[in-house]
């Protein structure tokens, strides 16, 4: 059972443009949805992340939208730039002391074209 | 730069060996994660530590993998007897255990130690 769905698989978009990731998910306890940048050969680096009682986060050209109701959660990234070519995860964990895994999407290449 | 380490990066082992792989965490993090990344595909939780003690263990970790903290600092990643199918990049992460603490639930990751059994 695959608990947070990605789409799209991979993306182009020209420099300049907004890329749009979109991710939905089934467990209604999950209450932290991170997203995660990681470049060829690299760890994922966490990029932004919000917690489903707002419905939007913004960090510079980032932008997390959530929708609770329908167990949706987007990234928006802005003025897309070539260095921003890598692959986005998504990724989800449920509340509480015991629980502490991610659960990740399957990913979604960008490539930004100059 | 006091972020999480890895090593080694590459390991190219042949089937039947043995292969550890070792995780220093940052070092004010209680916890640290074991993920294995396949090709195209995100993180899979492997197992998780607090301080020494090994918490909780994946399905996907089978009784050939041992994950050990033995100071509740660093970490080893034993593979026995290693089959093709666990040709993967390694994962570790760590972050910090406490609730109220902010940025409880940001997990980093390292660098990734990538397995590749000929």
């Known amino acids: 059972q695959q608990q947070v769905k990605q789409s799209p698989q991979s993306l182009i978009v020209q420099k300049g443009g907004i890329s749009i990731i979109n991710c939905a998910y089934e467990?209604?306890?999950?209450?932290?949805f991170p997203w995660y940048q990681q470049f060829p050969g690299k760890g994922p680096a966490l990029l932004i992340a919000i917690r489903p009682d707002v419905s939007e986060k913004k960090e510079g050209r980032f932008t997390i939208s959530f929708n609770k109701s329908a167990k949706q959660f987007s990234l928006h990234i802005m003025d897309s730039q070539p260095g921003d070519s890598a692959t986005y995860f998504c990724a989800a964990k449920a509340p509480g002391g015991s629980n502490y895994k991610l659960t990740f999407g399957k990913g979604t290449l960008l490539t930004v074209n100059p | 730069d006091t972020g999480v380490s890895q090593d080694p990066r590459h390991k190219i082992t042949k089937r039947g060996q043995n292969v550890t792989f070792r995780c220093d965490p940052i070092s004010e993090h209680n916890r640290l994660y074991w993920y294995r990344q396949t090709l195209g595909q995100g993180p899979e939780f492997l197992t998780y530590?607090?301080?020494?003690?090994?918490?909780?263990k994946s399905r996907l970790l089978s009784d050939r993998f041992s994950a050990e903290r033995p100071k509740g600092s660093f970490s080893t990643l034993e593979i026995q007897r290693t089959e093709q199918g666990d040709s993967a990049m390694y994962l570790c992460?760590?972050?910090?255990?406490?609730?109220?603490?902010?940025?409880?639930?940001?997990?980093?990751f390292g660098p990734g130690t990538r397995l590749t059994v000929l």
């Open positions: 530590f607090q301080n020494e003690a090994q918490l909780e």
């Open positions: 467990n209604t306890a999950f209450d932290y």
């Open positions: 992460a760590s972050s910090l255990a406490w609730e109220g603490q902010t940025r409880y639930n940001e997990q980093f």
